[in-house]
């Protein structure tokens, strides 16, 4: 149904196809439809003349038919629909929305009576009716009457005005006498045959000349309403005078728009006038007046006029920008549009921080709404307008020095005018907005130094007595403090504003917030300034950093670099080199990074920076882990464990959960769980006191990992678990990878293959492979370990062999390699999977790990000698399995365990088997690891040395434990051969 914008794409059609016959015809059709035959016409010829040109056969027979019926129609049009619109001629505007309102119009038309439409200015009540009228099949009469400001209004102006415009030179010739009689005092020289004098009141009439003129204007609208329904329409009634009100009653009174015609009495809701109320609800009693409201536009809406206008689509921040400044007002709306067309907008790609132009249109208009204001409302305006486009009440009664009678006073006076409204809150509390953005801005802008400053200042201690140092108001109070001229106080608010949208997870608003921050870098008293330059350079680094954003943080320290040489400050420059290291590291230049921490190391030392120092000792460190010298990494990791933790020092705190949480997992790297789960607690603990929620995140993983390697599944799953939601949260694409793998390992132990396989593939899908490489290796690992324990061989050793191709220089490759050479001995080819198992454990063990050389040398004696007794086989391996208890492996009795009882169990000893695998057993269900529990309890089930009872007894526990697992390995690949392994095992 919305011919117009129809029309505007079709004819964007036609600029590139202007030969397509059926688009054309369906061209035609709409300007036919909406009456608009001159277009039609001129289109016609246009494609008469294209076609002859570049077609043989000239115009289509199907356009030659619609051509002549387009000639007849408006010829039919010319005769039979004289009447034309005889409101205020506006510019082509497209009709937009409205389409209930039109609906109820039309009702209203065949109904017969009264209708009232009131809205704002400019929200199109006019336009509205034009549109109304315009699509009647067949014209009404029709007569146009419009209010005139009191000062310059006659009585009866409005319809006088109307019926001099409507009535013709015959029709007034053809009145009867007596109506010519009594309208003489109106039309004074009706009698000469003379029309459109201007209207004049003569003097005073005897006997109740009010009813008489009433009388003959009633019978006037009577004859004009005989042949065709008459619409009568009072364009801006609050402007009427009382008599022409008196009359509108007179012909209520005799029911006459019930019977010949519509009456639309127009209004905007900003003009009051007493009398026309009084005529309007007592028109709702007895004649069913019927109102209609209009209200602004939607987005919707408003985006669909901006395409008809323009003839393009617009970028979300720029129309929601419109939709903001004008409040979706169409006449506001439409100037704003024109005045985008005076600048280079580029329309698809505009932000919010692009310029945005105010009419000189809606300039004029707001300085004529502040100019007829009370001097004290003038006042409340200032104060609201610096407030924002909403605001509280009681902020305002902070903010002005008035009382209260006054300030209630101005306010009604606001909303009346219309540049306020009232709004009720989601939680009962009422707040008043400026509806049109713009007119705020203009009142703002005009603005002298001194007063806007005051203002600003006023507006922050009304808002911090009425709310407080509220987290969420930070970004207002910037930028209150950086309109008044206090940049180091806005300086910090925009920080604080950055620390608050980073606890929502919105990395743009803290980006917005941080960047607002630093353009007023050059503002700052310079006694302040490397302090806050430097928190800025740590805050908005650091969550660069997190973001894997090279380029910010590149921009931020090398701002800082530059601030801190030029004022020779070694802190803001060891900050801002050490930050370059980081910058490198992202960019994999680790020789690089390695010297600009080091260098930053130099500057850092004359300074008293402990937080600094410490932060740096851990990217120092983690650069040397990048080149596998892990050792380095430590040695570097414990000098910065020597700095003592001030608790009260939130930065130095801060630094400290860093450095803690990447100690404790090379720990667990290097073989040492035990010692890493101390120190993963203790960043743990710490983590709880600082702001940064990624500190949370890094800890906590630390630790999953630690009780991971500890044998502490149940407790590593729940820490997983603990900070998994707030990684993703936080976008720490390598961290959420990390605990996922944490969390799939923790599972498969548990035996819950299912729920391990699903968080396995997470940690890669969908997923930046240039974040997640060491993962993504982790991942062939686990993958491996699932298939070799489910006995597909082929596939894990084709796992495994993906993820060794990786040079056997980090723990990732090296347990896949580890894995490699199991499998390889458990398919049979001993001598070529011990020498893997071998090359690994040599190479982890001058790496520094660990973690994969004192396991490896517990497999080694026996892949070696197949033939060793479990004697010679526990005292080769008993100083390893010490090493492996000191140091917190929770696996490594219980690998010892069933390898000597397998032993035992090869030679015969039966009974030296039995009471090992019995004791495994019981290690495994306290750890809760099912793989050991359910080997350890198959050997025993098939032990002949059992009883009949005792081993019925074992029977039975294997299936118990096949079956929960079973209850985990449901889906395919998984299922299938799961199943195979249990009627194997």
């Given amino acids: 149904g919305s011919i ?54 000239g115009l289509p027979e199907v356009l030659k ?43 209203a038309y065949h109904r017969k ?60 010739l053809s009145l009867p006498d007596e109506i010519k009689t009594n309208l003489h005092s109106l039309y004074p020289a009706i009698k000469f045959s003379e029309k459109r004098l201007s209207p004049i009141i003569i003097e005073k009439l005897p006997d109740n000349p ?56 127009i209004s905007r809701t900003e003009g009051r006038n007493p009398a026309l109320e009084a005529y309007l609800d007592q028109s709702v009693l007895t004649s069913n007046l019927e109102r209609m409201v209009l209200e602004p536009f939607t987005l919707e809406e408003t985006s669909q006029l901006i395409s008809m206008m323009l003839g393009k689509a617009v970028s979300a921040d720029l129309l929601k920008k419109i939709q903001s400044q004008t409040g979706g007002n169409p006449y506001l709306l439409i100037e704003t549009l024109k005045s985008l067309d005076l600048y280079t907008i580029d329309y698809s790609n505009y932000s919010e921080m692009d310029h945005f132009p105010i009419p000189a249109t809606i300039r004029a208009i707001v300085k004529e709404k502040i100019r007829v204001l009370a001097d004290s409302t003038r006042e409340v305006l200032l104060s609201a307008a610096v407030l924002g486009q909403h605001f509280q009440p009681q902020l305002l009664e902070k903010m002005v020095k008035i009382d209260f009678d006054t300030l209630l006073s101005a306010l009604e006076e606001l909303q009346q005018a219309g540049i306020l409204t009232n709004t009720s809150g989601s939680q009962k509390s009422s707040f008043y907005e400026f509806p049109h953005d713009q007119f705020r801005q203009v009142i703002v802008e005009d603005l002298s130094p001194v007063r806007k400053r005051g203002l600003h200042l006023a507006a922050v201690q009304s808002m911090l007595e009425v709310k407080g140092e509220a987290a969420d108001l930070a970004s207002t109070y910037a930028w ?52 806050l330059l430097r928190q800025l350079l740590l805050e908005w680094g650091y969550y660069a950093y997190e973001q894997y954003d090279d380029i910010i943080c590149e921009k931020i320290f090398k701002t800082g670099l530059e601030r801190g040489e030029a004022i020779q400050d070694p802190l803001l420059i060891g900050i801002s080199i050490s930050g370059l290291g980081r910058v490198a590291e992202m960019r994999h230049e680790v020789d690089e990074g390695i010297e600009l921490h080091s260098r930053a190391l130099f500057f850092l030392s004359k300074t008293d920076g402990q937080a600094e120092k410490l932060e740096n000792y851990a990217r120092l460190a983690l650069q040397y882990e990048i080149i596998s010298d892990f050792k380095k990494a430590k040695e570097i990791y414990l000098t910065g464990m020597e700095i003592e933790i001030d608790y009260s020092n939130m930065q130095l705190l801060d630094a400290s959960v860093n450095l803690k949480s990447h100690f404790s997992i090379l720990n667990s790297m290097m073989g040492l769980p035990a010692q890493a789960a101390v120190i993963a607690d203790q960043a743990a603990n710490e983590s709880k006191l600082i702001s940064r929620l990624s500190g949370r995140v890094h ?102 062999r993906l993820g060794a191709q990786a040079p056997l220089t980090e723990l990732q490759s090296l347990e896949n390699y580890f894995g490699l050479g199991l499998t390889l001995c458990q398919r049979n080819q001993l001598v070529e999977g011990a020498r893997i198992i071998e090359e690994a454990v040599d190479k982890s063990e001058i790496l520094g790990l660990e973690s994969v050389s004192l396991i490896g040398k517990v497999f080694l004696p026996a892949l070696k000698n197949p033939n060793i007794d479990e004697n010679s086989f526990v005292n080769e391996i008993a100083p390893n399995v010490q090493e492996l208890k000191l140091r917190g492996f929770g696996s490594a009795r219980l690998t010892a365990g069933l390898m000597t009882a397998g032993i035992a169990l090869r030679r015969g000893a039966t009974d030296k088997a039995r009471s090992g695998f019995v004791e495994v057993v019981e290690n495994s269900i306290k750890a809760n690891h099912r793989w050991y529990e359910l080997w350890a309890v198959s050997a025993l089930a098939s032990l002949e040395i059992n009883g009949k009872l005792e081993g019925q007894q074992y029977q039975e526990h294997k299936k118990l434990i096949l079956g929960e697992m079973a209850s985990h390995v449901v889906k395919e690949p998984l299922s299938g051969l799961f199943k195979k392994l249990s009627k194997t095992i």
């Avoid at 129809?6 to 015809?25: M, S, V």
């Avoid at 369906?26 to 909406?34: A, D, V, W």
């Avoid at 082509?92 to 039309?106: A, M, Q, W, Y």
């Avoid at 067949?138 to 005005?161: D, H, Q, W």
């Fill in 699 to 800: 800890a906590n993983t630390a630790l999953a990992i630690a009780q991971y390697y500890g044998g502490n599944y149940q407790k590593s799953i729940r820490s997983a678990f603990s900070v998994y939601k707030l990684a993703e949260q936080l976008n720490l694409v390598r961290w959420a990878s990390l605990l996922d793998i944490v969390i799939a390992r923790d599972y498969l132990v548990m035996g819950q293959m299912d729920e391990s396989w699903y968080y396995l593939h997470h940690a890669v899908n969908d997923r930046d492979p240039g974040l997640i490489q060491k993962t993504n290796l982790l991942h062939f690992a686990i993958k491996g370990d699932v298939f070799r324990l489910l006995g597909d061989f082929s596939a894990a050793e084709e796992q495994y």
């Fill in 65 to 107: 038919e619609m051509q002549k019926r387009v000639q007849r129609e408006a010829l039919e049009v010319t005769i039979t629909q004289p009447e034309k619109w005889l409101g205020e001629k506006t510019e082509n505007i497209p009709f937009v929305g409205r389409n209930d309102l039109l609906v109820r119009l039309n009702n």
């Fill in 210 to 265: 009010l009813i008489r003129i009433h009388n003959a204007l009633h019978s006037l609208l009577k004859i004009l309403a005989e042949k065709k329904t008459l619409v009568m329409v009072l364009d801006i009634a609050e402007w009427c005078d009382e008599a022409t009100l008196q009359f509108l009653t007179y012909l209520n009174d005799r029911q006459f728009f019930k019977n010949f015609g519509l009456l639309i009495v």
């Fill in 4 to 57: 117009d914008e129809a029309i505007l794409w079709l004819g964007r059609i036609t600029n590139f196809d202007q030969l397509n016959t059926d688009i054309n015809y369906l061209m035609i059709n709409c300007l036919r439809e909406r009456r608009r035959f001159k277009e039609a016409q001129k289109y016609l010829s246009f494609l008469d003349q294209f076609y002859q040109t570049n077609q043989p056969g």
């Fill in 480 to 531: 209150h403090y950086e309109q008044a001229g206090e940049y180091a106080k806005a300086f910090s608010a925009w920080c604080d504003a950055g620390r608050y949208s980073r606890t929502c997870f919105s990395k743009v608003d803290a980006y917005a917030a941080y960047q607002h921050a630093l353009n007023l870098l050059h503002d700052l008293p310079a006694d302040v300034s490397p302090v």
């Fill in 113 to 172: 009576g009264l209708v009232h439409i009131t809205g704002e200015s400019g929200s199109g009540k006019t336009r509205l009716v034009r549109e109304f009228y315009t699509r009647l099949q067949y014209n009404p009469r029709f007569l146009f009457c419009s209010g005139k400001p009191m000062i310059s209004s006659t009585p009866y102006a409005p319809i006088v005005e109307g019926l001099n415009a409507m009535v013709t030179e015959k029709e007034w």
